[in-house]
């Protein structure tokens, strides 16, 4: 039987489970385009926001840190550069940022983060990648 967002966040140390609570409720208000649930991805236990199938954002709290995985970054140098500078107390990597708690991920800018993601078609950029990496085989 698969874990409920709910039992996921209540498993956490209490002092995650409001910013991990407040950052689900952001993701799932926000972009109406995709779906939560507790999945197992790289390897580890976390809440999956998908739409149309692929995964938008993942939402996880491992040992040292918690991580926002936001795909949508990792196709966009702009929003990448943009909110790497206004986070700019958390951790980026290529797709996820990596935080210790809500100074280093204040929500207002998660909302921003998050709208400015919603808008975006995953599938379109799938497709363009694949048909641009087609073009420079042949």
């Given at each position: 039987?698969?874990?409920?967002?709910k039992d996921y966040i209540s498993k956490q140390p209490l002092d995650r489970q409001n910013i991990l609570t407040s950052i689900h409720k952001?993701?799932?208000e926000t972009d109406k385009s995709v779906k939560a649930e507790v999945e197992t991805m790289m390897g580890k236990e976390m809440i999956v926001y998908k739409?149309?199938?692929?995964?938008?954002?993942?939402?996880?709290?491992v040992k040292n840190y918690m991580s926002l995985h936001v795909?949508?970054?990792?196709?966009?140098?702009t929003l990448y550069s943009k909110y790497k500078t206004l986070l700019n107390k958390a951790n980026f990597q290529k797709g996820c940022?990596?935080?210790e708690n809500e100074d280093k991920m204040p929500?207002?800018?998660v909302q921003q983060l998050i709208v400015d993601?919603?808008?975006?078609?995953?599938?379109?950029?799938?497709?363009?990648?694949?048909?641009?990496?087609?073009?420079?085989?042949?």
């Open positions: 039987m698969k874990m409920d967002i952001t993701i799932v739409g149309k199938g692929l995964m938008k954002y993942g939402l996880a709290s795909m949508p970054i990792y196709g966009s140098s940022i990596n935080f929500l207002d800018i993601c919603s808008t975006i078609d995953l599938i379109k950029i799938k497709e363009d990648y694949l048909k641009q990496k087609i073009k420079t085989k042949h």
